[in-house]
C-alpha cells in the first residue's frame, strides 16, 4: 500500500523558514508529478507548488518568491523550503504525487503537517 507521510511542520516566528518533507512509500512503479497543497483553518484547500519527475515547477503567484519545492527521485521525497514566512502562511500542509502501481495510475495524499506562524 502506497502512503505519503509528511514532517517538518511546527511553530515558527514569522520571517522565519521551515523546510517540509513528503516521502512516498510502498511498492510503486513511479511516481509522476508532486505537489504541496494547504488549507488554512475554515478556506478550500490550495495548490502551493508542484513539480514534474524531470524538475519542472510551477508555484502559486503569490508563493514564487518565497517558496521552494524539489525532490529527490531516488528517495521518493519533495521538499518546499519555505522562507519569510507570514502569519497568513499559517495552514496545514499536505503532500500529494501521482503515482503508478499494479492498480494503475492514481493520486496519493499525505497526513497533513501543521505549519504555524506566530510571535
Known amino acids: 500500500q502506497v502512503q505519503l507521510v509528511e514532517s517538518g511542520g511546527g511553530l515558527v516566528q514569522p520571517g522565519g523558514s521551515l523546510r517540509l518533507s513528503c516521502a512516498a512509500s510502498g511498492i510503486m512503479f513511479s511516481i509522476n508529478t508532486m505537489a504541496w497543497y494547504r488549507q488554512a483553518p475554515g478556506k478550500q484547500r490550495d495548490l502551493v507548488a508542484t513539480?514534474?519527475?524531470?524538475?519542472?515547477?510551477n508555484y502559486a503567484d503569490s508563493l514564487k518568491d518565497r517558496f521552494t519545492i524539489s525532490r529527490d527521485n531516488a528517495k521518493n521525497t519533495v521538499y518546499l523550503q519555505m522562507n519569510s514566512l507570514k502569519p497568513e502562511d499559517t495552514a496545514v500542509y499536505y503532500c500529494?504525487?501521482?503515482?503508478?502501481?499494479?492498480?494503475?495510475?492514481?493520486?496519493?495524499w499525505g497526513q497533513g503537517t501543521q505549519v504555524t506562524v506566530s510571535s
Open positions: 500529494n504525487a501521482e503515482i503508478r502501481t499494479f492498480r494503475g495510475t492514481n493520486n496519493y
Open positions: 513539480i514534474t519527475r524531470d524538475g519542472s515547477t
